[in-house]
């Protein structure tokens, strides 16, 4: 039995020093893939959900969740995943939008629910803030990003796909 | 059969659909005709790896016998598939992986929207998340589909020889047999039946506007519900699967 020495607050403060291994700029918790932290009689249970099914950071982020609580003494620690509910870009708070803005990829505009606005949005370039701007591809260098390029400034840049 | 039997074999059908395709389309990166598209196949490749791999750790729970996902992938051979065979089939030109990827899509996009509302609470979740990724696949095959169809005379033409071609492996994506019927009763699985109708009428429009013929409805191909499949299947699997079969339990 594991007398619990941290509190839920204490773990979500550890978890948040993890960054998104994909986009190193926000962390996990900013993403919107911790779900919860259950603290029960035989150890902690960190609870995540992948941005994409596919996503291939989730392995790391695994890895990086045990490792980093337990270089601070909180252990044992598993960490499980769910699918329900499905994640969307709703979860990404507004500081981790700026953030995300700020390092150069323009933030999700709104939820994926919204099925008529999944494709050909007003994106504004992150660099020069000009709304003209165009689709360059779908699909980007990691699942959950759009190319897009500036008119005004000519810039290519990255936007995070609503989800 | 069991219900347990059965959503043991539901499971991996959904599994193998999305592992074959994810294969087949994995075959574009560094092939593709630009590097856009490039991007685009191997995204959507990526997407089906994670419902395969979802689908696939789901079918050895159900089963019981400490399979993982890996186990289910790399040792079954391919009388132990039961992915559709539209999904095995080589990839033929651009237009015609385009055409297979606006035919699944658009099935998933209606298939997927029902497993949602499955009273299985795993087979919902992972439905529920697949379904936004279809969505933007669909959107991607529909957008190609158009504009490859409404293109040039040669563009159109190979479209079209697309859709003729594939169109007897359609039938299938709507088949039911036993395991379908025992699940239905309790919700579990969907009823494909009923989804054909929509399905038509979607794939009818969009190729209208990409100035496709639809084909006369004729023969339709069958056989994965039983494990049976085209010459294509067992090529894919002695690749994917050597490293495995050469070195059991190989890790690294």
Redesign the interface.
């Known amino acids: 039995m594991v007398v619990s020495r941290f509190d839920k607050e204490q773990i979500l403060d550890i978890l948040a020093t993890i960054p998104d291994p994909e986009i190193p700029v926000v962390n996990i918790l900013e993403m919107g893939m911790v779900k919860d932290v259950v603290i029960g009689d035989d150890g902690y249970e960190v609870i995540i959900t ?1 941005t ?5 950071a989730v392995g790391m982020i695994t890895a990086d969740i045990r490792s980093t609580l337990e270089a601070k003494g909180v252990v044992p620690t598993t960490v499980r995943m ?6 969307t870009t709703d979860w990404m708070t507004d500081v981790a939008k700026k953030k995300l803005h700020d390092y150069g990829i323009a933030p999700p505009l709104h939820s ?1 629910c919204n ?1 008529e606005m ?2 050909n949005n007003t994106i504004t370039c992150p660099r020069c803030g000009s709304e003209r701007t165009h689709l ?6 990691t ?1 959950c990003k759009a ?1 897009y390029k500036c008119d005004a400034c000519l810039e290519p840049f990255e936007y995070f ?1 609503c ?1 | 059969m069991t219900e347990q039997q059965a959503l043991y074999k539901y499971s991996l059908r959904l599994g193998d659909n999305a592992l074959i395709l994810s294969a087949r389309l994995s075959e574009w990166c560094s092939n593709a005709p630009f590097l ?1 598209e490039d ?2 196949v191997t ?2 490749a ?6 395969a ?2 689908m696939l750790k789901y079918a050895g729970e159900v089963d019981g016998n400490s399979k993982t996902e890996d186990d289910l992938a790399y040792r079954r051979g391919e009388r132990d598939y039961y992915n559709n065979l539209i999904m095995e089939l080589p990839n033929g030109d651009f237009a015609y992986t385009m055409v297979r990827q606006l035919f699944v899509s658009t099935f998933e996009l209606f298939f997927y929207e029902e497993l949602q509302k499955s009273t299985d ?2 087979l ?3 439905a ?3 379904l ?2 279809v ?2 696949h669909h ?2 095959a529909k957008d190609w589909v158009i504009r490859l169809g409404d293109g040039t005379e040669e563009s159109n033409r190979r479209v079209q020889q697309a859709v003729n071609q594939l169109w007897m492996y359609t039938g299938e994506l709507f088949e039911m047999d036993g395991t379908d019927a025992l699940l239905m009763k309790d919700g579990i699985a969907v009823n494909a039946e009923h989804l054909k109708m929509g399905w038509i009428q979607m794939v009818t429009q969009i190729l209208a506007l990409a100035n496709i013929e639809l084909p006369a409805d004729g023969y339709m191909q069958s056989g994965s519900r039983m494990g049976i499949h085209t010459e294509h299947l067992g090529h894919i699997l002695s690749e994917m699967q050597y490293l495995q079969r050469a070195y059991p339990d190989a890790t690294w």
Not at chain 1, 52 to 56: E, I, K, L, V
Not at chain 2, 46 to 51: A, K, P, S, T, Y
């Open positions: 992948p994409y099914s596919g996503c291939p769910v699918y329900d509910p499905a994640w994926s099925d999944l494709d360059l591809s779908r699909f980007g260098s699942a190319l796909k989800h | 856009e991007l685009a995204n959507m990526l997407d089906l790896i994670g419902r791999q979802a609470a795993t919902a979740a992972i529920a998340k697949t936004k990724e969505k933007y959107l991607h």
